[in-house]
């Protein structure tokens, strides 16, 4: 099964950015990035897990959660099979765990995967925002 591995977490200012990084590995026999999705979501502390943007990878088609629309951007890179989340303007409501996971493998990759499908997750990467 693939592997996910975060980083690129840390502590800002409200208005600045962070760039976190999703390198996903060990694809089975057969497999490739582009026959998954990635997503990445965010758990605030004492709130439910909530994704806040997917990617598929096959054709670079994005999704956003209206909280972070216009602030992040989420990219793909298949040569690396790395998923970058940019976050601009943070705030303080955005501090947090941010976790990849992947959905799939697919031969038709959903647009979008529900998110019960993201069944493998990488260790997440803590991300706070300061006042």
């Known amino acids: 099964e693939v592997h996910l591995v975060e980083s690129g977490g840390g502590l800002v200012q409200a208005g600045k950015s962070l760039r976190l990084s999703c390198v996903v590995s060990r694809f089975p026999l057969g497999d490739t990035f582009d026959h998954y999705a990635v997503g990445w979501f965010h758990q605030a502390p004492g709130k439910l897990t909530e994704r806040v943007s997917c990617?598929?990878?096959?054709?670079?088609?994005?999704y956003y959660a209206d909280s972070v629309k216009g602030r992040f951007t989420i990219s793909s890179d298949g040569a690396s099979n790395t998923v970058s989340l940019q976050m601009n303007d943070l705030k303080p409501e955005d501090t947090g765990v941010y976790f990849c996971a992947a959905a799939g493998p697919y031969r038709v990759v959903p647009h979008p995967p529900h998110d019960g499908e993201f069944r493998r997750w990488g260790q997440g990467t803590q991300v706070s925002v300061s006042s």
């Open positions: 990617i598929i990878s096959e054709d670079g088609t994005t």
